[in-house]
């Protein structure tokens, strides 16, 4: 009776002993499946730059192009100005204007005054700029692009609102330009001189390499910039 009495003991304990193991083994699998879609969620949300940060001379400074080479620049891009939404249709349906979308190091404000679409060699440029930009910060920053193509009419309004605006034809009527924000960064309209700096570089190596045109536009605290 006695031994029978020890067995019983001995199994129940055993099998105590078994579920506390069991439920150790879970409870650490379970753990260990949260910190892999943790790892997993924080690559998706912040994946590394696809360039390397950019090197810069303590002498770069960036300066104002005159609009007249602007304009030279826009006009050589194989597309006559742009005087209506149905001009905007036909260069994009004919291959000459292709649509913008957020990108590595940027994103597209809400658009009233023109179209988020630019010409092949401006488009580059704009992703070009904005990967420099996101690997210059780590992955964590963006600026924020403010205008695109305009149609003449939509120039001609313009011009009623904003003193910047060019009087006449605009490099934008031809959509070989972008204008980007020098005080929205992530989404927020300040003061950032760090960011600030940051783009500045990029954008004083671009002119100096002889691949871009600027002009700053300080009513509108923007660049104004114009693929070569």
Not at 44 to 54: D, I, L, R, W
Not at 59 to 73: D, E, G, T, V
Request: charged residues 25%.
């Amino acid at each position: 009776m006695v031994k029978r009495r020890k067995r019983f003991i001995l199994i129940i304990g055993i099998i105590i002993v078994s579920i506390i193991v069991l439920i150790s083994i879970r409870k650490t699998t379970h753990n260990q499946q949260n910190t892999e879609h943790v790892r997993t969620s924080s690559t998706t949300a912040n994946p590394k730059p696809s360039v390397a940060k950019g090197t810069y001379s303590p002498h770069l400074k960036l300066h104002n192009n005159s609009y007249r080479r602007h304009l030279r620049a826009a006009r050589s891009a194989g597309i006559e100005v742009i005087k209506s939404n149905s001009d905007i249709n036909k260069y994009v349906r004919n291959g000459k204007l292709f649509a913008v979308r957020d990108g590595e190091g940027y994103k597209v404000q809400k658009l009233t005054h023109s179209r988020a679409v630019l010409n092949a060699k401006s488009l580059k440029m704009l992703h070009t700029i904005g990967k420099q930009f996101y690997a210059d910060t780590d992955g964590k920053a963006f600026f924020t692009v403010t205008s695109m193509t305009r149609t003449m009419a939509s120039q001609q309004k313009l011009t009623k609102h904003n003193v910047n605006a060019i009087r006449g034809i605009s490099t934008h009527c031809f959509g070989a330009s972008f204008d980007i924000s020098y005080m929205r960064f992530n989404g927020i309209k300040e003061w950032n001189d760090p960011l600030k700096v940051k783009l500045q570089l990029i954008l004083a190596k671009l002119q100096k390499e002889k691949k871009i045109f600027v002009v700053r536009e300080k009513r509108s605290a923007c660049y104004h910039i114009t693929a070569r």
